[in-house]
């Protein structure tokens, strides 16, 4: 994966080792940021949510980041899709995590994926907040800061770090 996006795998990895690591217990992460990133190898994608995961088809051939891209940087990530430590989504339990704060591109082959990580984390009762940029790609911030949605996704990116340091949910 590239710098980025790899970072933010390192940030699930964080989240669900410090839950079960008794060294965090009396620290607990404040939350968890999410930017528009991968939950899922493709070829991980559990049977029982496959016709919920439609991005990827539908957005195969995006602009900025298609799945021919994805697919070279997942080789350059050398984890097995299996893996929960590369598919986040895969872990048995979400519950107890910290709160998390998730960015999702309508045109991004990983909308879907993003979209399903949310619901279970809200479903395994950890308090998420999620963004939704429709129309544009994955990393469309980066290609095109002068629209109107890269200012929105700065601003709603401070806003949810604000959200997970307040402590409330």
Known sequence: MG???RR????F??????????FFQDKPLTGQHL?????????????????????????????VL???????????YQGPGEDPEVSPALYPSHAGLAPAHIQVCGLDPVRD?????ERLLREAGTPTRLDV??????????????????????NDTFD??????????
């Open 3 to 5: 710098g980025f996006e």
């Open 8 to 11: 933010e795998a390192v940030c």
């Open 13 to 22: 990895l964080i989240a669900h080792r410090a839950h079960a690591d008794l």
């Open 35 to 63: 930017s528009i990133t991968p939950t899922l190898r493709e070829e991980a994608y559990p049977e029982k949510y496959k016709s919920e995961l439609l991005s990827w088809e539908a957005n195969k051939n995006a602009d």
């Open 66 to 76: 298609n799945v021919e891209t994805i697919r070279f940087f997942f080789k350059l």
């Open 113 to 117: 994926e993003g979209l399903l990580y």
């Open 133 to 154: 940029y429709p129309g544009v790609p994955h990393s469309f911030q980066v290609a095109a800061p002068q629209i109107a949605l890269a200012s929105k996704l700065l």
């Open 160 to 169: 949810g770090f604000r959200w997970l340091l307040a402590g409330d949910k």
